[in-house]
């Protein structure tokens, strides 16, 4: 019999990269104009937090600003320059949700994005 650990295992395929190493707000809206916080993100999903209900099945769009002066990222294979205030569209649709906080009451939901996304979070392609 395997001895038991207590050691977590990320299965995750992908590393995320949390919201501020990247160059888009934090803030971000999911359509058709719910306000929500973008957590992290990676090129298939990203993690959002929400004072409003967030419903698993629905399909939406999430939509970034960016912030920097410039940064590489698409929804397409091909990789197009943003500038500060240059919005993103992200097409996908939300798989999970649950209430992070009562008091104010906060939902955080993943959304799992249709196409890929390319990202430049500055890392170097370092996790």
Do not use: K
Not at 42 to 55: G, I, K, T
Not at 108 to 116: A, M, N, T, Y
Request: aromatic share 4%; proline share 5%.
């Amino acid at each position: 019999m395997a001895a038991l650990t207590n050691r977590w295992s990320d299965r995750r395929a992908e590393q995320r990269v949390a919201a501020e190493r990247l160059r888009w707000r934090a803030n971000a809206v999911l359509r058709p104009g719910q306000p929500v916080v973008l957590l992290n993100i990676n090129s298939r999903a990203a993690l959002v937090e929400s004072d409003a209900r967030l419903r698993p099945g629905a399909h939406t769009e999430l939509q970034l600003l960016a912030s920097g002066p410039s940064t590489q990222s698409s929804p397409q294979a091909d990789s197009a320059s943003l500038r500060a205030g240059d919005r993103t569209t992200i097409r996908g649709r939300l798989d999970r949700c649950h209430v992070t906080a009562l008091e104010p009451l906060r939902y955080r939901g993943v959304l799992i994005f249709d196409h890929r996304l390319q990202l430049d979070d500055g890392s170097g392609g370092r996790g």
